[in-house]
């Protein structure tokens, strides 16, 4: 077979997947482990997919260490869905829960949650530009719950450590972007997701890791496809999963531990980061990045040139040279380099030797 173009995509979501796991699956497609099927033809209640689902959950309990009083379930309709989930399972009785907002995703979560009942913000940092993180909270010790959105994948904004909720309000978390880019503790945390098609595979599927008591909140009267109790007790088959997502996000999941886990992916990822931001700072102004310095997200690199003319230049240079995606999102304008886990050493360092390049001859 002739070798197939790939470029570097540094698309914000979805996202590039790793070659080998692509090839995997590819290798895969006609005759999956002698059925003489593909992963899209079998039944979910197959043995085959059964193992499928378990080597995924249990590869991604050894890649977050996550305790046994934590259960993980596959589910559909993406994280915006657990937008409205989140609340109407974790927030029983009329409870209020706190919002930290520090960027588009937080503030569609919150203004999500509204819209079901009592939410607040314990910051926000719109009137910053969403560029930094908060420097305080205002914590309602009540809360049903403390969310917060891990890597703003629109304003290159992420938290590299927790924050600490009051005693007994469980921390909630949206990972989409940042999920499996390195080590966190889950022990921590009430409940974590993310959309897998950011940094764990293609979209169809979000990973949801809930703590066992939060189970006890849903309510009675939930449809069936929005309880976290009843998809945490059918091991997330209580109807059709997305099979293939799921099937592939467990590729993905094999992969960060062929190259070492976690601790090793968190050190490429810096490093890619770092090498990007060094071209940002060095080019005395002429690329101004949007996040303030201490809250740079290793994911995603929001910047801007000295005019909108440029950036339309470099995003079409750029595509010259087969670095795909790299126009900004339109709420924060120029340009955003995403640099998930799949993205190569080799393609940031073709990233930062184009933008040199780009300086030089329009700087
Ligand atoms: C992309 C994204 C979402 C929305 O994800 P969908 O799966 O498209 O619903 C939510 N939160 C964050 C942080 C994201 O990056």
């Given at each position: ?262 601790a090793e992916i968190q050190k490429i990822n810096r490093q890619k980061a ?90």
């Amino acid at each position: 077979m002739s070798n197939p173009k790939r470029v570097f995509n540094f698309n914000a979501g979805p996202a590039v997947l790793p070659l080998e796991v692509l090839e995997t699956a590819q290798a895969e497609l006609l005759d999956f482990r002698g059925t003489g099927m593909s992963v899209m033809e079998i039944s979910h209640r197959s043995k085959e997919f059964e193992a499928i689902i378990q080597t995924a959950e249990a590869d991604l309990r050894e890649l977050l260490s996550i305790p046994d009083n934590y259960k993980i379930m596959f589910v559909q309709g993406g994280a915006s869905l657990q937008f409205a989930m989140l609340p109407m399972n974790l927030r029983a009785g009329g409870a209020s829960a706190d919002y930290i907002v520090t960027g588009t995703w937080s503030k569609t979560a919150i203004k999500e949650a509204k819209k079901l009942g009592a939410a607040r913000a314990a910051a926000n940092t719109e009137k910053e530009g969403f560029n930094c993180l908060p420097e305080s909270l205002d914590l309602d010790p009540n809360a049903a719950y403390l969310h917060f959105t891990s890597n703003e994948t629109i304003h290159g904004v992420e938290f590299f450590s927790e924050p600490t909720p009051p005693e007994g309000v469980p921390l909630v978390c949206d990972t989409s972007s940042d999920f499996i880019s390195r080590p966190i503790d889950v022990s921590k945390y009430g409940l974590i997701y993310g959309g897998a098609q950011k940094n764990a595979g293609p979209a169809g599927v979000t990973v949801v890791i809930i703590r066992d008591d939060m189970l006890e909140r849903t309510p009675e009267n939930l449809p069936v496809m929005l309880d976290y109790k009843a998809l945490a007790a059918s091991g997330s088959l209580h109807n059709t999963p997305p099979a293939f997502a799921i099937y592939v996000v467990g590729l993905v999941f094999r992969w960060v531990k062929k190259l070492g886990g976690l601790a090793e992916i968190q050190k490429i990822n810096r490093q890619k980061a770092d090498a990007v931001y060094a071209a940002i700072d060095e080019s005395g102004g002429f690329y101004r990045g949007h996040a303030a310095p201490e809250a740079r997200s290793v994911m995603n690199i929001p910047f801007r040139l000295p005019s909108e003319e440029l950036e339309e230049t470099f995003v079409k240079e750029a595509k010259k040279n087969d670095l795909i995606g790299l126009k900004g999102h339109r709420s924060v304008g120029g340009i955003r380099a995403s640099i998930y886990n799949a993205m190569t050493a080799e393609g940031a360092e073709t990233l930062v030797q184009f933008m040199k390049e780009f300086q030089r001859k329009n700087g």
